[in-house]
């Protein structure tokens, strides 16, 4: 069990040709399905997905929030929103959040003292983050 985060393509910006008119956007995470179980099947996951992170297991994840936790107040995105579990699912963090997600990504990027279990999970972050922004969709766990 661990903690797996992805951003879904805009739909706008996929490549359906003729089965456009049968696919929509899932309102809460921009995933792209189909009103067709073998019209999905024609596609791969990956034609989907903008990034996709496993971002650790559980044990991974409560070092990541214990290391985090001296850094930022306890209301932060990232300890409330990302790091509270290393298993929760069907979680999203809305586009409304990335600036301030980004803004904590920061603020532990600059402190002196990382381990590379944290400056790759920042690195991540941020990669998620971005493609949020970019997508205009949010970040989902899975």
Do not use: W
């Amino acid at each position: 069990m661990g903690l797996n985060a992805i951003v879904y393509r805009n739909l706008r910006s996929l490549r359906l040709e003729c089965d456009r008119d049968r696919a929509y956007a899932d309102p809460i995470t921009g995933e792209v399905v189909f009103d067709d179980d073998n019209l999905a099947k024609k596609y791969s996951r990956n034609d989907f997905e903008a990034v996709a992170f496993r971002l650790g297991n559980i044990s991974e994840i409560a070092s990541l929030r214990d290391e985090i936790g001296g850094l930022l107040d306890d209301g932060s995105v990232l300890l409330q929103r990302v790091l509270y579990s290393g298993t929760h699912t069907a979680d999203v963090i809305p586009l409304e959040l990335m600036a301030r997600l980004s803004a904590e990504v920061e603020i532990i990027a600059k402190s002196p003292r990382l381990s590379d279990e944290l400056r790759a999970f920042v690195s991540k972050i941020k990669t998620l983050a971005g493609a949020a922004m970019n997508e205009s969709n949010p970040i989902v766990f899975v």
